[in-house]
């Protein structure tokens, strides 16, 4: 029995599409027909490549056969016994993997709005990810940001930190298709540390007082010290990424205690999950922002779609950005 084509991590560097039995709804579950899925190039890939020290926290992932997909787009075709009948038809977003059907709890999905097409609400996941990251990072208006790394996360911190009245706000990346990528406003800069020192143009367009916060996006542990030298006296880094081993030879005294950086943390998982007085901004309502500001016009995530997939062609996709992923962003996954 089958009916339920999957996208698999057979082994690193493996990727299949199984023909998977249809899912069943169970008490306080729904089935969703998937439309279209997100794959996260940053995650996924770092888990398919075992590019990961052994022992780290990315080993809890990469333990194969794995099924991959976090970004899941569809419409409730059924529901199990506790679930109201008036979710059938509903366009919901997931955590729920790249698959043709799933199962989902209504208490776990995000509705989506009238307004917004498939594609363009497949990118929840991951502004969940850098909203998060920005509040975290306390963006304040008028402040100067430096971005680090201009894959999918990086692009869109760009984007939220400009939409926070961030003022300027520099996107530094080595690829030339990803600078590119960046909205062309007065004070958003792009930088290729390549061809020009990012300090130099940070310290001039900041008239000296040097960017309030770093975000790091970059996932390599390698070039994180090389960043701090963005910052001001008392700024924030903000480690959005999820580094790929240690950073070495990190000195706390140089890079933390004598200018009396903050570095803070802001993984998925730190956004409060349920809504208080305190702080309001679930993944959920953060969700829910995300709708609203793409339905308002006021962020543009269609101009980051760079491959639009049949999932059967999922696995040459996956080996096409192992090999080289610079020149792509947002790969959708049609169903």
Known sequence: ?????????VEPRRVVVEDRPLPRPGRGEMLVKTSRTLISTGTELTILSGDFPPGSRWAQYGRFPFTPGYDNIGRVIEVGEGVDESWVGRRVA?????????LVRPENVRIVPDGISDEEAAFFTIAEIVMNGVRRGGVQWGEAVAVYGLGLLGQLTVRFCYLAGARPVFGIDL?????KLLPRKPKIRPINPGEEDPAEVVRS???????????????????IPEEFKLLKRQGRMVILSSPKGPTPSFDFHDLCNAPSYTIIGAHNSSHPRY???????????HAELFFDLVID??????????????????????????????EAMGVIIEW
Do not use: C
């Not at 900041?206 to 790091?216: K, Q, S």
């Not at 809504?275 to 309502?285: D, I, V």
């Open 275 to 285: 809504e208080t007085p305190y702080n309001q901004w679930t993944q959920k309502r």
């Open 205 to 223: 367009m900041t008239r000296g007082r040097m960017a309030d916060v770093v975000f790091e996006v970059t996932g390599n542990p390698e070039v």
């Open 297 to 326: 016009g006021e962020l543009d995530v269609k101009s980051l779609i760079s491959h639009r997939v049949p999932f059967d062609r999922a696995p040459q996709i996956y080996s096409m950005l192992l090999e080289d992923r610079s």
């Open 94 to 102: 997931s955590y729920a993997p790249h698959a043709a059907y799933v």
């Open 175 to 179: 690829a030339g298709p990803r600078l």
């Open 1 to 9: 029995m089958g009916g339920n084509p999957t996208v698999v991590f």
